[in-house]
């Protein structure tokens, strides 16, 4: 019976649950910004910021990666908004950038009709975004806020593109499945999809082939210079992506976030939107971009 068994479960595996396509995300960068296209679905990449070219800057420019089925919007909420907060510190909307890498955010759409996505295929559209936001402002370096899927992805161009690692002066993990996370887990995926693959789970599996190769035998690649990086994670439980048990059995995913020769913060408590919104959060990570302005030594 288990060989009968095992070739449909087989081909069953090789549907990915949730992968679909999302509706067109927003667009509301400057006028005179490139047009750029989404690699993987061939219509324009959504997104904000810029004023004009050639605007002078008083910091290095940020671009903020958002997390899966999200989109631009995440950094611009209202009552929270990551935007807001940092126009209050004195940047410029020249200085603020953010990409909606799998379109239109369908976080809101009951879970049967949400698009999720993985980090390899929108590699592509954040080289292309990050290379047109320095030509744009003219600036020989960017700092990377990232939140959730954001965090591997930023990581992951990194390593493949090893130029951003000059390129990139801060990166800010925010709540990143650096180790894997819980809902990956088959335990987990089998409670909710069966034996079908989940889009993107092959990839941020606690333990899985592709998160080794990124973060090394011994986590000697997990915070590669000269950029620096900061996590930010709840290391509770609180952040139900990063689990200490599941189903009564110790997963030990609560640190899972935490980057090896990173400044690691814990937040105890805040969930896995709060630890992008949160005052406290905002403040931490407001605090190490600024650091080094543009144009200091």
């Not at 935007?83 to 410029?92: I, P, T």
């Not at 239109?104 to 993985?118: E, G, I």
Request: aromatic share 12%; net charge negative.
């Amino acid at each position: 019976m288990m060989l009968l068994l095992w070739p449909f479960e087989r081909a069953a595996a090789t549907h990915k649950v949730a992968h679909c396509r999302p509706p067109v995300a927003d667009v509301a960068f400057a006028p005179d910004f490139p047009v750029l296209q989404d690699k993987e679905w061939q219509y324009r990449l959504g997104g904000w910021g810029g004023m004009v070219k050639g605007h002078p800057l008083r910091h290095r420019p940020v671009i903020f990666v958002h997390g899966n089925t999200r989109d631009a919007s995440d950094w611009d909420e209202a009552g929270k908004s990551v935007k807001q907060r940092f126009l209050d510190a004195g940047y410029s909307m020249q200085e603020l950038w953010t990409l909606s890498y799998n379109g239109k955010a369908t976080k809101d759409l009951p879970p049967v009709s949400q698009c999720r996505t993985a980090a390899e295929p929108n590699i592509p559209d954040l080289i292309s975004f990050a290379n047109a936001v320095v030509s744009y402002t003219g600036s020989p370096q960017i700092d990377v806020i990232a939140h959730s899927l954001g965090v591997t992805l930023i990581r992951q161009m990194m390593f493949e593109h090893p130029e951003f690692y000059e390129r990139i002066a801060h990166v800010v993990a925010i709540a990143g499945p650096n180790h894997g996370t819980t809902v990956c887990r088959r335990a987990w995926l089998f409670w909710f999809v069966g034996w079908r693959d989940f889009m993107g789970c092959d990839e941020i599996t606690p333990g899985s082939p592709w998160l080794r190769n990124l973060n090394g035998p011994h986590g000697e690649q997990e915070a590669p210079g000269p950029t620096k990086y900061m996590t930010i994670y709840d290391g509770t439980g609180s952040d139900p992506f990063y689990l200490p048990w599941l189903f009564s059995m110790p997963v030990g995913d609560q640190d899972s976030p935490a980057l090896q020769g990173a400044v690691n913060h814990k937040l105890p408590g805040l969930t896995h939107d709060e630890l992008r919104v949160h005052p406290a959060a905002m403040s931490l990570y407001l605090e190490f971009v600024q650091h080094n302005r543009a144009g200091s030594p």
